[in-house]
């Protein structure tokens, strides 16, 4: 101990998916494990002549996608596939980055010539950008008529947020450090700009927590400088 010192300790578990019937499911995100508080999201995406059903074990309901808060040990959550019959159709909404989707009405099958009514609603601090597979379009409201199964995909911006890190009050640790917020898994490259206009990377960190910490040890007090971080997909 040869100066104060502040410690964090992130425990993880692991999360598993059985399936029933069939489909399969997509989880975001997929880290070996995951820590305490991270918000999944579970896409159940049925074959052709079937429909998502419902979660059991560690969830329930119908809602699909669905967002699962990792609160207890080692979860396991069940998904169960059924059978359309002659006349119906099935809706699969995909989630692609920081958003969710509105389904009126909610259901996952639906009759022949039914209309269906999908809005966009992206998370704070983020944008919707388009639809893609069975529909197209920027508009965050989408109608649509259900004359066969459609896989739906909303795509929506994946902006990561930046904090101070503040132990004890004081956020300088032999320079700056930062906190920086955003999906586990993805990597982000962090760049500083002395103008806002000139951009300089300054690393690139893989964000395995869902919270990662980075410093800039050359950065003086009473220096002006500025940070962002932007996503790097895959």
């Not at 489909?23 to 998502?52: A, D, E, R």
């Not at 909404?93 to 009759?111: D, E, K």
């Not at 032999?174 to 490259?189: D, N, V």
């Amino acid at each position: 101990m040869d100066r104060g010192k502040c410690i964090e300790a992130v425990f993880g578990t692991s999360f598993s998916t059985t399936v029933s019937g069939t489909g399969s499911v997509i989880v975001t995100p997929t880290p070996s494990l995951l820590p305490f508080g991270t918000l999944v999201k579970l896409s159940g995406v049925p074959q052709h002549g079937s429909y998502f059903a419902l979660w059991g074990n560690a969830a329930s309901g119908t809602n699909n996608p669905l967002s699962f808060l990792v609160t207890n040990a080692n979860p396991t959550v069940s998904s169960l596939f059924g059978t359309l019959n002659a006349g119906q159709f099935a809706l699969t909404v995909l989630v692609n980055g920081l958003g969710t989707v509105a389904t009126s009405p909610s259901a996952n099958r639906f009759s022949s010539g039914q209309s269906v009514s999908l809005v966009a609603l992206p998370d704070a601090d983020q944008v919707f950008l388009y639809w893609s597979g069975d529909a197209t379009g920027s508009q965050t409201n989408l109608t649509l008529a259900m004359t066969q199964s459609r896989t739906i995909i909303a795509s929506f911006s994946r902006k990561p947020r930046l904090s101070l890190w503040e132990c004890g009050g004081h956020p300088f640790f032999r320079g700056l450090r930062f906190l920086l917020h955003g999906e586990i898994g993805l990597r982000y490259q962090l760049e500083r700009s002395s103008d806002l206009s000139t951009w300089t990377p300054r690393t690139i960190v893989t964000n395995v927590s869902g919270t990662i910490q980075f410093d800039d040890p050359t950065i003086l007090i009473n220096t002006q400088r500025f940070y962002r971080a932007n996503a790097i997909l895959p």
